[in-house]
C-alpha cells in the first residue's frame, strides 16, 4: 500500500472549501465536473463521471473530512482507499491538507499528481473567484 500528503493554500475560509467539498453543487464547482455528495456520515459520493466513488466516514465541521475513496482503476474486490482532508485558517487563506492512505501499490504517483491536476488547480480559480 502506498500513501501521500499534499497541501496548498486556497484564498476562502474553512467553512466554503468544506461545505464546497461535501455538497453536489459546491463539488461540481469546484473541480469543474459534475459531481453527487450526500452530506452525511455515511453518505456516498461520486465525482469525475463516476471514476472516483466512496463514502463519507468523519466530519468535524469547518476543520476535517475523511472519506473512503477508490476508482474505476482500482482493481476487482480492492478496498477503499482513505482520504482525510485537513483545513488551517491562515494569514493568506486556508491550508488544505489531504492525507491519501491506503492506496494500491504502484498507483501513488498517479493520484498526488490527480489531485494537482483535477482538484488543486481548478479549486484555486474556483475560490479566487468567489
Known amino acids: 500500500m502506498e500513501s501521500f500528503t499534499v497541501s ?3 484564498t ?3 467553512e466554503e472549501i468544506y461545505n464546497a ?11 469543474g465536473s459534475p459531481a453527487e455528495v450526500r452530506t452525511e456520515i455515511g ?4 465525482a469525475w463521471d463516476g471514476y472516483i466513488w466512496g463514502e463519507t466516514l468523519e466530519m468535524e465541521p469547518h476543520y476535517r473530512i475523511v472519506q473512503a475513496w477508490q476508482t474505476s482503476e482500482f482493481s476487482d474486490g480492492s478496498p477503499a482507499s482513505r482520504v482525510e482532508i485537513l483545513l488551517e485558517e491562515t494569514a493568506d487563506g486556508t491550508k488544505l491538507t489531504l492525507k491519501h492512505t491506503e492506496i494500491p501499490d504502484g498507483q501513488g504517483e498517479s ?3 490527480g489531485w494537482d491536476d483535477f482538484y488543486f488547480t481548478p479549486m484555486q480559480v474556483y475560490f479566487s473567484k468567489q
Open 21 to 31: 467539498w461535501l455538497s453536489s453543487e459546491g463539488h461540481s464547482g469546484m473541480t
Open 111 to 113: 493520484y498526488k499528481q
Open 12 to 14: 476562502a475560509d474553512r
Open 43 to 46: 453518505g456516498t459520493f461520486k
Open 8 to 10: 496548498i493554500t486556497l
